[in-house]
Structures are given as structure tokens and as C-alpha cells.
């Protein structure tokens, strides 16, 4: 008789807001294994482990901001985890989103993070979302509050609607399995990202390949006015002044180069890198993870 599917559990948000340490107190001293997107360097670590007798797999995923790694890597090395499992008929029974409520508003990688997270789950797959703030013992007390009831009555709104549920973690191990416990019985259900890809819709033709788009449209829009307004203003510069409006010119315009070649990866295929990831995963020593 096959042995049962563990509980899947994907952990979200920006960089920086206690997901791995999350991670850690559910399963301490666990075994990791991280998997790199071809050429890549970020990775999406599965971690192992039981939670109340309910074998458990924890997927740590990077964040859209992630220093090491471009937010269209980002996407892709999520978009392949999750299609092979989809393909292997695992779906998530619980996605934990991290917010640090020490955030005094929410804006730039902050909110796109929510936009991008939004975009992956759609909405079907809400019921299974909890949306975790965290580092309340370092702000005041009466701050985070104002903060978390902003969060509920605007940007968590339609997600709270829709079934979302909002949690405090302070740090313990304790609250980390009270955030975890009601998702155990959660039944899998797929989120957006992976219905478009069974569907065979091109990773760039999906909402969060969409979303991203947007986003990297806009970026390149911001460059292309600051080269511009640069230009004006080296019109009237000289000497020392001009150099320094030459230097920031062409950083901008590398910068520019960067998001449209993320663009261009954006619609690139990704069969390669499916397969790659594959072959590493069915490399691990005794099936380790047995949903893929």
C-alpha cells in the first residue's frame, strides 16, 4: 500500500521577514535540500518533517526582491516546483505568506511582493492562505496594530473575503505550529499558477507572468525618464558636474538593459529547466521527497 502524501506547505514573502527561521523552529535540525534554477543562484529549499504525526514538506521559496536573484528567475524556479508537483497530483494544503509588520507602509518591493503573491494564488486557492505578520516585539505595540487593521481593511481585504486567515507569529516555536496546525487538515487544493500551466499557457501569458510584465514595464518607463531628465540637465552642466551626470546616465542605462532582458527571459521556454530539476530531485538519496 502506497504511504501516504505528506501535507504541503509552501512558505511566502519578501526577503527578510522570518521565513526560514519560520522553517526552523517547525523543524529543527532537518535536513534541506535546495534545488538551483539552471544559471541561478536563489533556490527553493524543501524541508521535511512531522507535525503532530503528519509527515510534513516545507517549501521555502525566494522572495520577489531577492538580491541574489532577478524577480523572472524568481518566478520561474516557483512556476517549475510547482508544476511538478501539480503533474505528480501533489497540491499545496496550506501557503503561509510573511508580512514584517515593522513595514510603516506598504510600497515598492513590499507591494509587489502582495501584487506577485496575489497574482500566483488566484482565487480558489485563498481558502488555504494564511498571512502571517511578524517582528511584532520590535515595534510599538499601538504602530502595529494601526498597521495590521490597515492590511486587513486594504491590501488583505478581497484575500480575507475570500477565506485568507490572519495571524501574529512572535517568534516561539509554539506559534509557529499554532500557524501550522489548522492547514494539517486542509485538503490540497491547486493555486492559480498551476491550472494556467496544466493548461499549457506560457508561463509569460499567466497572471503572475502578466503581473510581472507590468512590473518590469514600469521599471523600464523609470528609467527611460531619468535618462531623459538626465540628459537635459547635462545640457547645461561642464567639468566635474558633467562627469558625475555621465556616470549616473550610464548606470541607468544599464539598468534599463537588465529589466528588458528580464523581460526577454520572461518569454523564454522552460523545458530545460523542468527536466534539470527533475533529474535533481530524483537524484536525492531514498526518494527523500516523495511528493516529486
Same mark, same amino acid.
Given at each position: 500500500?502506497?504511504?501516504?502524501?505528506?501535507?504541503? %506547505? $509552501?512558505?511566502?514573502?519578501?526577503?527578510?521577514?522570518?521565513?526560514?527561521?519560520?522553517?526552523?523552529?517547525?523543524?529543527?535540525?532537518?535536513?534541506?535540500?535546495?534545488?538551483?534554477?539552471?544559471?541561478?543562484?536563489? !533556490?527553493?529549499?524543501?524541508?521535511?518533517?512531522?507535525?503532530?504525526?503528519?509527515?510534513?514538506?516545507?517549501?521555502?521559496?525566494?522572495?520577489?526582491? @531577492?538580491?541574489?536573484?532577478? @524577480?523572472?528567475?524568481?518566478?520561474?524556479?516557483?512556476?517549475?516546483?510547482?508544476?511538478?508537483?501539480?503533474?505528480?497530483?501533489?497540491?499545496?494544503?496550506?501557503?503561509?505568506?510573511?508580512?514584517?509588520?515593522?513595514?510603516?507602509?506598504?510600497?515598492?518591493?513590499? &507591494?509587489?511582493?502582495?501584487?506577485?503573491?496575489?497574482?500566483?494564488?488566484?482565487?480558489?486557492?485563498?481558502?488555504?492562505?494564511?498571512?502571517?505578520?511578524?517582528?511584532?516585539? %520590535?515595534?510599538?505595540?499601538?504602530? $502595529?496594530?494601526?498597521?495590521?487593521?490597515?492590511?486587513? @481593511?486594504?491590501?488583505?481585504?478581497?484575500? %480575507?473575503?475570500?477565506?485568507?486567515?490572519?495571524?501574529?507569529?512572535?517568534?516561539?516555536?509554539?506559534? $509557529?505550529?499554532?500557524?501550522?496546525?489548522?492547514?494539517?487538515?486542509?485538503?490540497?487544493?491547486?493555486?492559480?499558477?498551476?491550472?494556467?500551466?496544466?493548461?499549457?499557457?506560457?508561463?509569460?501569458?499567466?497572471?503572475?507572468?502578466?503581473?510581472?510584465?507590468? !512590473?518590469?514595464?514600469?521599471?523600464?518607463? $523609470?528609467?527611460?525618464? !531619468?535618462?531623459?531628465?538626465?540628459?537635459?540637465?547635462?545640457?547645461?552642466?561642464?567639468?566635474?558636474?558633467?562627469? !558625475?551626470? *555621465?556616470?549616473?546616465?550610464?548606470?541607468?542605462? &544599464?539598468?534599463?538593459?537588465?529589466?528588458?532582458?528580464?523581460?526577454?527571459?520572461?518569454?523564454?521556454?522552460?523545458?530545460? *529547466?523542468?527536466?534539470?530539476?527533475?533529474?535533481?530531485?530524483?537524484?536525492?538519496?531514498?526518494?527523500?521527497?516523495? %511528493?516529486?
Amino acid at each position: 500500500m502506497a504511504a501516504p502524501h505528506p501535507c504541503l %506547505i $509552501a512558505v511566502m514573502g519578501p526577503t527578510g521577514c522570518g521565513k526560514s527561521s519560520f522553517i526552523s523552529a517547525l523543524a529543527p535540525g532537518a535536513a534541506v535540500v535546495g534545488h538551483k534554477l539552471v544559471s541561478c543562484t536563489s !533556490e527553493v529549499h524543501l524541508v521535511q518533517t512531522t507535525i503532530d504525526g503528519v509527515p510534513c514538506v516545507l517549501i521555502d521559496t525566494p522572495g520577489f526582491d @531577492d538580491t541574489k536573484n532577478s @524577480d523572472t528567475n524568481t518566478l520561474r524556479l516557483i512556476a517549475n516546483y510547482l508544476e511538478i508537483a501539480h503533474k505528480k497530483g501533489q497540491l499545496l494544503n496550506g501557503i503561509v505568506y510573511f508580512h514584517r509588520i515593522t513595514d510603516n507602509r506598504v510600497g515598492g518591493v513590499t &507591494a509587489k511582493n502582495m501584487r506577485m503573491f496575489r497574482s500566483l494564488c488566484g482565487d480558489t486557492a485563498l481558502k488555504n492562505v494564511t498571512l502571517c505578520t511578524t517582528m511584532w516585539d %520590535i515595534v510599538n505595540p499601538r504602530d $502595529a496594530e494601526q498597521r495590521e487593521t490597515e492590511l486587513k @481593511d486594504n491590501f488583505w481585504k478581497s484575500m %480575507i473575503t475570500a477565506g485568507s486567515n490572519v495571524v501574529r507569529h512572535d517568534g516561539t516555536t509554539q506559534s $509557529a505550529l499554532d500557524i501550522v496546525r489548522p492547514l494539517l487538515a486542509n485538503e490540497g487544493v491547486p493555486v492559480q499558477l498551476q491550472e494556467e500551466l496544466a493548461d499549457g499557457v506560457p508561463l509569460s501569458d499567466t497572471a503572475s507572468g502578466a503581473q510581472l510584465n507590468e !512590473e518590469l514595464r514600469k521599471l523600464q518607463e $523609470a528609467h527611460r525618464k !531619468e535618462m531623459q531628465a538626465l540628459r537635459v540637465e547635462m545640457e547645461r552642466a561642464s567639468g566635474q558636474k558633467l562627469r !558625475e551626470l *555621465e556616470g549616473e546616465l550610464k548606470q541607468e542605462s &544599464a539598468m534599463l538593459r537588465q529589466a528588458q532582458e528580464e523581460q526577454r527571459k520572461l518569454l523564454t521556454e522552460r523545458s530545460s *529547466e523542468l527536466e534539470e530539476l527533475k533529474r535533481q530531485l530524483q537524484q536525492q538519496p531514498d526518494r527523500w521527497c516523495p %511528493i516529486f
